[in-house]
């Protein structure tokens, strides 16, 4: 079947995903990973099939690419259903309006401070929203709703903010933004 992945045509076949995990020990997983695909009577995070069978570093695409390419080749893609916590959910904003993104596991940590971080949502042509945090560059995370897109944005940024930290990079300061209105 014939794809394309960032601008970039490839053609991949359900049996070039099997024989590119074949031999290959699926990927330790530290609960980040939340799609998987069962092969060679394993579980496999669906990126790292995707990345076997492309060669493309992973940053290069997303689970979302991944869960797409793998679901049209014919395999049945299942959720982690590890349990997520309910308290401090945030509500839902209408849709493609800029969030103001405050951690609520944060606070509760005398070591963190609380950043508030401005969080994009658009929704893509498979109707998925995707969900960005213009302050950290490349950190984007995908849901099927808005509230798992914002459920799986923070736990990247959480992510990004312990890579920075374990660079000692600078920690970004909180975002500030204005929502306008304009006649087009």
């Known amino acids: 079947m014939n794809f394309t992945l960032r601008g970039e045509a490839l053609a991949i076949t359900s049996a070039d995903i099997i024989r590119a995990t074949r031999g290959v020990p699926p990927a330790p997983t530290d609960g980040r990973n939340k799609y998987f695909v069962e092969l060679h009577g394993q579980r496999f995070p669906i990126k790292q099939v995707l990345r076997l069978v492309t060669r493309l570093s992973p940053v290069g695409f997303t ?22 916590p309910s308290a401090g959910r945030t509500p839902t904003p209408a849709n493609d309006e800029p969030v103001s993104l405050i951690d609520p596991g944060a606070a509760n940590q005398e070591t963190s401070e609380v950043r508030r971080l401005l969080v994009m949502f658009q929704r893509d042509e498979d109707g998925w929203e995707v969900a960005s945090c213009p302050t950290l560059p490349g950190c984007h995370s995908q849901g099927r709703t808005r509230q798992e897109a914002l459920d799986n944005i923070r736990e990247a940024i959480r992510g990004y903010l312990a890579s920075l930290r374990e660079h000692d990079a600078a920690l970004p300061a909180s975002s500030e933004f204005q929502v306008i209105e304009v006649r087009a």
């Not at 689970?63 to 997520?84: C, K, M, N, V």
């Open 63 to 84: 689970a979302q690419d991944a869960h797409r390419i793998l679901s049209r080749l014919g395999f049945d893609i299942f959720e982690d259903q590890a349990p997520t």
